[in-house]
């Protein structure tokens, strides 16, 4: 019997908890904390920790930490406001770092 195939996956690197879905990936070429990280349009099984102003390579935005809903992993965090004109597509979508995040059905 042939093996279902699922949607590829993003998962949370500590618990393999599902976290985002590879066709909503916007872009691979973001810099996280930690090196590498992904644009997402959307994540799921996440929650934000408060929302802060910070200074990134990009200039000033609000953003709110992302955390796995299971393990409380820090994954990257969410564009809430962009200060700059030519940075505000990145409002509501979801940075989620390279190093925090592993493949599933791929």
Same mark, same amino acid.
């Given at each position: 019997?042939?093996?279902?195939? %699922?949607?590829?996956?993003? /998962? /949370?690197?500590? /618990? $393999? =908890?599902? &976290?985002?879905?590879?066709?909503? #990936?916007?872009?691979?070429? +973001? *810099?996280?904390? =930690? %090196?590498?990280?992904?644009? +997402?349009? !959307?994540?799921? =099984? #996440? ?6 102003? $910070? !200074?990134?390579?990009?200039?000033? !935005?609000? &953003?709110?930490? &992302?955390?796995?809903?299971? /393990? $409380?992993? #820090?994954? %990257?965090?969410?564009?809430? $406001?962009?200060?700059?004109?030519? *940075? ?13 995040? &592993?493949?599933?059905?791929?």
């Amino acid at each position: 019997m042939a093996e279902m195939i %699922g949607p590829r996956l993003y /998962c /949370c690197c500590n /618990c $393999r =908890n599902h &976290v985002a879905l590879h066709d909503d #990936v916007i872009s691979k070429a +973001f *810099q996280g904390r =930690n %090196g590498r990280a992904f644009l +997402f349009s !959307h994540a799921m =099984n #996440v929650a934000m920790g408060p929302k802060e102003d $910070r !200074h990134l390579m990009t200039g000033l !935005h609000t &953003v709110a930490d &992302v955390y796995c809903t299971d /393990c $409380r992993e #820090v994954l %990257g965090w969410k564009y809430e $406001r962009a200060y700059e004109e030519s *940075q505000k597509y990145k409002e509501g979508k979801f940075i989620l770092e390279k190093s925090k995040i &592993v493949k599933e059905n791929w």
